[in-house]
Every structure is written in structure tokens, then in C-alpha cells.
């Protein structure tokens, strides 16, 4: 079975802390995705990857930043936590290049509270 | 900036009706288009995914069409059960997008035993 496992179900930090976020696919898919989603809002893109070292800013990408060393590890970071960041946040992955051929994955959410 | 659509935004129904969820989308120059459900607190899980040469994907009791000249997809389920309670979210992918999705806000489906 295909899968996308993110480290965390929930977390609570406090304001001012480093947080990190990781997500690991098993697929070898080239491309990884992470989205915050909000009550009215949707998923927003924070940021993507589509190959080891490399990323790409998304809608939202202020207040973070993201590290893909491995193929099969992409991690978002919060520099300095704050309590606007409270959310849930999900990660993706699609195979292919930068071509999006086929289905995209979800690990099953990190529900994160600042406080 | 692409707009995905999804009406309405919540329904219920009581077990055993076929229902229709929409999705709707400005621009018609998709390269796929891709149903999911999400459980409350939980992650997206991938129920279709049409390619934009593709007119319908069909999976169990959910039948997913597409019509890119309308801007419009609809995902059908049969013969709903309790247990299809979730939130339906439609997603659209274009080229050139800078290799993203495009999310619809969801339709909230509560099926009433």
C-alpha cells in the first residue's frame, strides 16, 4: 500500500519555539507538498519539492521554511512559532517528474496548536 | 488565480439515497482532476482521479464524471451508508501552475441512518 507518514498526529508548542514537521513517503515519488488547512479557507500551499535540494515557494510560504535532503523526506520548519500557525497542517506526494501523471497521496494531518 | 468551486457546501441525506456532489472550475484547460475524502481530524484519502482525456472513473458505488468545456465534475455515490460521512473535496491540476493543485472549500455529506 501506498503511503505517506507524518511524524506527528498532534503538537502543541509554544510561541517563539522551532518546530519541524516531517513527512516520509515510501512511493519514491519525486514530488512532496505541504498545505496548512483552515475552517473557511481550504488547503493553502505552503511550499513543494519536486527533487531532492530543490523547492518551491507556494501561496503562503511566510513564516517557514522547508529542508528535502532524501527523496523520500520532506520536513517543513517554523522558525519561530506563532500562534497564527495554529492549524492543521498535511503533506502530499505525486510521482513523476514535474508533471503531475497521476494520484496525489496525503499523510494523515499534524493538528498543531501554538500557544 | 484558478477558482474550484464545490456546491453545496453541506447535505444530508438518509440512508440509501444516490446522491450527486458538485465541482466546478473556471478555467477548462485541466490536466486532471482528482476526488478525495477527508474524515474529521484526519487526511485526504484519494477515491478517483480522472486524466482531462478521460470523461468518467468509476470505483464501487462512487462514479466520478468530468465535462472540461462546462468547467464541471460530479462525483455520484450510490446506495450511500452511514459510513460515507466525510467531507468531499474536489481538486483540479493545471500545467504550467507552478505544479500545484487547485482545492475546492469541500461539501460536508452526512448520511442519516
Known amino acids: 500500500d501506498v503511503k505517506v507518514t507524518q511524524s506527528s498526529r498532534y503538537l502543541v508548542k509554544r510561541t517563539g519555539e522551532k518546530v519541524f514537521l516531517e513527512c516520509v513517503q515510501d512511493m519514491d515519488h519525486e514530488n512532496m507538498f505541504w498545505y496548512r488547512q483552515d475552517p473557511g479557507l481550504g488547503l493553502r500551499l505552503i511550499y513543494f519539492s519536486y527533487d531532492v535540494k530543490m523547492k518551491e515557494k507556494g501561496d503562503i510560504p511566510e513564516g517557514y521554511s522547508v529542508s528535502r535532503e532524501k527523496k523520500e523526506r520532506f520536513s517543513l520548519i517554523l522558525e519561530s512559532a506563532s500562534t497564527n500557525q495554529t492549524s492543521m497542517y498535511l503533506c502530499?506526494?505525486?510521482?513523476?517528474?514535474?508533471?503531475?501523471?497521476?494520484?496525489?497521496?496525503f499523510g494523515q494531518g499534524t493538528r498543531l496548536t501554538v500557544v | 488565480k484558478q477558482e474550484v468551486t464545490q456546491i453545496p457546501a453541506a447535505l444530508s441525506v438518509p440512508e440509501g439515497e444516490n446522491l450527486v456532489l458538485n465541482c466546478s472550475f473556471t478555467?477548462?484547460?485541466?490536466?486532471?482532476l482528482q476526488w478525495f475524502r477527508q474524515d474529521p481530524g484526519k487526511g485526504l484519502t484519494s477515491l478517483l482521479l480522472i486524466q482531462s482525456s478521460q470523461r468518467e472513473q468509476t470505483s464501487g458505488r462512487l462514479n466520478a464524471s468530468l465535462d472540461k468545456s462546462s468547467g464541471r465534475s460530479t462525483l455520484y455515490i450510490a446506495a450511500s451508508q452511514p459510513g460515507d460521512s466525510a467531507t468531499y473535496l474536489c481538486?483540479?491540476?493545471?500545467?504550467?501552475?507552478?505544479?500545484?493543485?487547485?482545492f475546492g472549500t469541500g461539501t460536508s455529506l452526512t448520511v442519516i441512518p
Open positions: 481538486a483540479v491540476y493545471y500545467p504550467n501552475t507552478g505544479n500545484q493543485f487547485y
Open positions: 502530499a506526494s505525486t510521482p513523476g517528474g514535474r508533471l503531475m501523471n497521476t494520484e496525489a497521496f
Open positions: 478555467d477548462s484547460a485541466i490536466y486532471n
